[in-house]
């Protein structure tokens, strides 16, 4: 499957493609539920003024409100896959604006719900809550809002606010745009003499090249492409930056970060945390830049050094099925109705969208509507790096379908915070799998490697986008301009601080931020962190501790949203309120680099 040349959509075969069809079997059930949605907002527009005249009216205002956001947000979810399978697909395009249109002006319509009940004394709705049995299920959700009290508007300021929704929407849509179909970063030739194309999928694989030239080439390739745009991705950005100050400040927030916290509750603390403990263990972060340098021979080592594989083992690759198979072979400890739910999915519920082709969205993620499968989207290459993008996107999957079960519509889904401990579980489960059954020596200096590497992409690199995006937030807060010279210095600097002497300075790296899709999802990064730190506690349980401890990680997947993201955490026995999970991981790190050390003193 995996040729030099991207294949066009129609190519790829049908069996190696999410079934999307089982969301809409054709686009007039996917028009029909806009509609439907949309004429069920109308309904609850005709409740205004009425919702809090008794806990019955208040019931089947949130009943309404349920039903519309339900069927609207399906179709949009449905078109948002369709772009992505081939973002120059411009039937698809049409069909994302249509459902994004329909998703603004719902919002708009529905926007003066949250302030009316809001306007009503709290004590009024608790008391709502103990007169109708029916609104126990809304319990979360209303305590929920009332804790947003003092940031929500009026219900017309809300209703102008709603109606610009897609508008406000428009930097992260421009950016996908730009960096998946309109940049083209042209063929290398590998170290094999073979020509192929330089994609978003493809970059980090060149990069793991043991040709320097290759490896070299395709660093250079893609950053000059970005040092053209980067202008014009510097004025997308700023003014997403700016989008996000000026909503926390319509909304009363002290800052843009407290307002991207305080939905989900998130103590400020917490991500002050997380940057200042990976700061108090960057001197391992630096010794294994050393290392890495020692062990690859280099006189000066530079940023398109630092993902080659240290260690020598066979190039293994491994065919989708392969991946799988090694996927639930490690996921055994979650217990048999996991891995088999899992496999069927994949094998003949065909959750996974596999391959590149060309226009498709870059990246991984596990996406779909309550209503639908926990589908996957992938650009599976064949190497062990794809079968821990598969095992990880499945833990989100996994996370969807078993939420799902349980929780009803309102709370069937996640906050980022709590999902990334889904998936990196799973990550952690695999690690310590492949660990564990091996007693070659490269093969164990080639995974502890792979394992540094991953606290190295998980915690301290989204680390270092979360300060980039504290830093560039409360610039602009402070009334300073993001120019391009101030994003690529700043990016710059922090680059420089997280690798340490042992990386040579370039002038191409300062445009890596304007490659990064998350910046455009404010202060989401962080929680990969934090996610990866709470992760490798549970996963430690869930070894050493036996059922009762999977039991407890299972109840806290069939959670949803239902509490806040501290409080559900707690019940797989992790409290993130504290710096312990994030210092603890940062120790397994300190070991790995003092055992990777002694493992490659004669390499």
Known sequence: MNSDKQKLRSEISSSDKWNIEAMYASETGFSDDISSGLQKAESLAAMQGHIMDSPAS???????????????????????????????????????????????????????????????????????????????????????????????????????????????????????????????????????????????????????????????????????????????????????????????????????????????????????????????????????????KRVLGLDKMYMYDVYVPLAEVSDKRYIFEEALDLACCALVPMGEEYVSTFRKGI?????????????????????????????????????????????HEGGHSMHAWYTRQTQPYIYGDHSIFTAEVASTVNETLLISYLIDNTEDPDMQAYLINFYIDQFKGTVFRQTMFAEFEKAAHEYAESGGALTAEWLNTEYDRLNSVYFGAAVEHDDLIKYEWSRIPHFYNAFYVYQYATGFSAANAIAQKILHEGPEARENYISFLRSGSSDTPIELLKIAGVDMSTSQPVDSALKVFDDLVDRFDKLTKGL
Not at 177 to 191: E, I, K, P, R, Y
Not at 362 to 384: C, E, K, Q, R, V
């Open 58 to 292: 208040l019931l089947n205002a949130l009943i309404t409100y349920s039903e519309a956001v339900r069927k609207v947000e399906r179709a949009y979810i449905y078109a948002h896959m369709k772009r992505d399978e081939d973002n120059s697909d411009s039937r698809c395009t049409e069909m994302y604006g249509k459902a994004s249109g329909a998703l603004t002006t719902l919002s708009s319509v529905v926007s003066f719900l949250d302030p009316e009940i809001l306007a009503a004394e709290p004590s009024l709705v608790v008391s709502y809550l103990r007169e109708e049995p029916g609104l126990e299920m809304f319990r979360h959700m209303l305590m929920t809002l009332l804790r947003r009290r003092e940031h929500t508007l009026s219900a017309a300021e809300e209703n102008i606010i709603a109606s610009y929704g897609e508008v406000l929407r428009a930097p992260g849509n421009i950016f996908t745009v730009l960096n998946n179909v309109d940049m083209h970063f042209g063929a290398l030739t590998d170290s094999d003499g073979k020509e192929k194309d330089l994609t978003h999928g493809t970059y980090v694989r060149f990069l793991e090249s043991r040709d320097r030239s290759v490896r070299r080439s395709a660093y250079e390739h893609l950053y000059s492409e970005y040092q053209q745009l980067n202008n014009t991705i510097s004025s997308i950005y700023s003014n997403n930056v700016r989008r996000n100050v000026v909503s926390a400040r319509l909304r009363r927030y002290g800052s843009a970060i407290e307002s991207a916290l305080s939905p989900d509750d998130i103590p400020l603390s917490v991500y002050d945390n997380l940057i200042d403990a990976v700061h108090a263990h960057m001197p391992s972060m630096h010794r294994y830049a050393d290392i890495r």
């Open 347 to 391: 094998l003949e519920e065909r959750w996974v969208d596999r391959y590149e082709n060309i226009g498709k969205t870059s990246g991984a993620y596990s996406f779909g509507s309550y209503d639908s499968y926990p589908y996957i989207l992938m650009n599976f290459g064949g190497t062990l790096r794809d079968v821990f993008t598969l095992i």
